[in-house]
C-alpha cells in the first residue's frame, strides 16, 4: 500500500529509518528522501536510522557477519539524503533489535532516548 506524505509545512524535522536487510536498504525508505526533496524539504532537517541485528556475538561470527551489516540502511539513506542536497543532521543512529521484527535489544530504548536528545537540542 503506498501512502502519501503529510503536509510539511511548519514540519522542522523528519526522521526516516529502515530495517538493514543483507546490508541493504528498502527501496519505499529511499522513495521517501525522494519524495522529501521533490516537495522542497531543504530547510528543514532530516535524521535517519535504521534497526539491524541480532549482532553475532564471537568475533569469528562477526567477521563473517560484517558484509550484511555495513554500511547497512542509515549509511545508505545518510549518503542518499546528502547526494539530495537535503538538510541531513550529521550523525546516524542504528539500533539493534533480538529478532528480525524486533523488539529492540537490550539497553537499546537508552540509545534512542539519547539520539532523540540530540536531535532536540538541535
Do not use: Q
Not at 102 to 107: E, S
Amino acid at each position: 500500500m503506498r501512502r502519501r506524505l503529510p503536509d510539511l509545512a511548519g514540519v522542522d524535522l523528519v526522521l526516516v529509518g529502515a530495517p538493514t536487510r543483507m546490508a541493504r536498504v528498502n527501496r519505499r525508505a529511499k522513495r521517501v528522501l525522494k519524495k522529501l526533496k521533490k516537495r522542497g524539504f531543504l530547510g528543514g532537517k532530516v535524521a535517519v536510522f535504521d534497526t539491524y541485528g541480532p549482532i553475532p556475538k564471537t568475533p569469528e561470527e562477526l567477521k563473517k557477519g560484517r558484509k550484511w551489516l555495513y554500511p547497512g540502511a542509515a549509511g545508505i539513506l545518510h549518503e542518499t539524503a546528502v547526494d539530495l542536497g537535503l538538510n541531513v543532521h550529521p550523525n546516524t543512529m542504528r539500533f539493534e533489535v533480538s529478532g528480525m521484527k524486533g523488539p529492540l535489544g537490550d539497553n537499546e530504548i537508552g540509545k534512542v532516548a539519547a539520539f532523540a536528545a540530540e536531535l532536540i537540542a538541535g
